[in-house]
């Protein structure tokens, strides 16, 4: 599961408890008739995954899940469930009976009905006293639903929740307040009691889908036929976006304080993260904002319940992403990703150094390529002509670059910059 908070080791000390991720069987093909009835990820590797006679039951539908490693959602939608995938015995029905989501390059299909409700919370630790699990995936005009007493309004003391979700909790009503994400990405995410700051002080919750994106996204570029030539997992532009489900998440991006709006990025219920202030602290920039200004408004993006990308860093303003960070951290607030545009020749295997700077948050590298033009180094240092030669020798440089990123554990996601100079 991830925690994707700067208190990950406090919160883990308060009642986590060890639930054993599923084993894990991996096929080449499915040839006869398979029945999922234990806590498996049961991995078809092919992207012809069923022969004739080739079938698979999940009848385990607390835990078991079917994961089809080299095709997307659409396609095993629309080409594989059919005849092929069933839930009890019934045929999988995406919507209905199962979840056919993203999983990297390929699909997941979770055997969930269309009425689950993936978060269940308790009044006493250790899941006792009064259960309430009459929880969707609503929001309130983009914003952190407000529990009412029924709902357990500041008596929230442990919960459970779904693989394939996330919830944000927050201790003031409409989103207000002291708030935390809660990723259950791998098995089901369960909590015997909570911290103090969250124990019985509940009064807000958003509960989202989570998809187990690649890393490989493309910068500044929502059009499904690039983003389907590259084969990526996530995209963004310069607003709130729009859905690219079920292949890729389309993440919203508020570009500056106030545009698009808090209320818009949050009710864009395709991703649950959010870009925010495109590097600030750049004068160069189009819309150059102070951290007081940023700081003004921060309260507003948490109030969505999405997890958040800092600021955008800028090559020569890496004191106005250290002044943000350490003020969202002397408050308290919710700050859960660290984004970084990387413009640069070198220093891509370095990733840990900026994880442990800025207070060990998971790094989204949103913009970049193999040196600046402003610099003059990298592809940009001789000649700049879209030439065969040159072409090649950006792709050489960038190998090594995709290698660094793809092994770094620090490095959640990077998107590619397809726009600099020639």
Not at 23 to 47: E, G, P, R
Not at 300 to 322: A, I, K, P, V
Not at 355 to 375: H, L, M, Q, T
Request: with cysteine.
């Amino acid at each position: 599961m991830k925690i994707k908070q700067l208190a990950c080791v406090m919160l883990l000390a308060f009642g986590l408890t060890a639930n054993a991720a599923n084993t894990v069987t991996k096929v080449n093909q499915v040839s006869t008739a398979v029945t999922l009835s234990t806590n498996v990820d049961y991995v078809i590797t092919s992207t012809t995954p069923f022969t004739g006679n080739g079938s698979v039951n999940i009848t385990n539908t607390e835990h078991a899940v079917l994961i089809i490693q080299g095709i997307r959602p659409s396609l095993v939608i629309s080409n594989h469930l059919r005849n092929r995938v069933f839930i009890n015995g019934a045929q999988a029905v995406n919507g209905q009976n199962c979840q056919v989501k993203m999983y990297a390059h390929g699909a997941i299909i979770m055997p969930y009905g269309k009425g689950l409700k993936p978060l269940t919370v308790y009044s006493e630790p250790n899941f006792g006293g009064t259960a309430v699990n009459d929880f969707g995936l609503e929001h309130t005009g983009g914003f952190m639903n407000s529990l009412s007493e029924d709902k357990l309004n500041n008596q929230i003391r442990s919960f459970k929740l779904k693989r394939g979700y996330m919830v944000t909790f927050a201790t003031g009503l409409n989103g207000w307040g002291y708030s935390r994400c809660f990723i259950a990405d791998k098995e089901d995410l369960e909590f015997t009691e909570l911290p103090t700051v969250l124990d019985g002080r509940i009064s807000s919750y958003r509960v989202f889908q989570w998809y187990d994106a690649q890393k490989k996204g493309l910068a500044s570029d929502t059009r499904q036929e690039a983003n389907g030539l590259l084969n990526t997992s996530w995209c963004y532009d310069w607003a709130a976006g729009f859905s690219h489900l079920p292949d890729r998440e389309c993440v919203p991006h508020q570009i500056y304080v106030a545009w698009p709006s808090a209320s818009a990025c949050g009710s864009a219920t395709y991703a649950c993260h959010m870009k925010t202030n495109n590097e600030p602290g750049n004068s160069a920039d189009d819309r150059p904002q102070d951290v007081e200004t940023i700081l003004n408004q921060w309260q507003e993006l948490m109030r969505t319940g999405l997890r958040l990308c800092s600021e955008s860093s800028h090559d020569g303003s890496w004191g106005h992403l250290d002044e943000f960070i350490a003020e969202v951290d002397r408050r308290g607030w919710r700050c859960d990703i660290l984004d970084l545009h990387c413009y640069w020749s070198g220093g891509f295997d370095n990733m840990k150094h900026y994880y442990d700077k800025y207070g060990k948050r998971p790094i989204w590298i949103s913009e970049f390529v193999w040196g600046a033009s402003w610099n003059n180094n990298g592809i940009f240092a001789t000649d700049r002509s879209f030439s065969t030669e040159n072409q090649q020798k950006n792709l050489d440089a960038m190998k090594g670059i995709f290698n660094s990123l793809n092994d770094s554990p620090y490095v959640e996601r990077y998107a590619y910059w397809n726009s600099e100079a020639d």
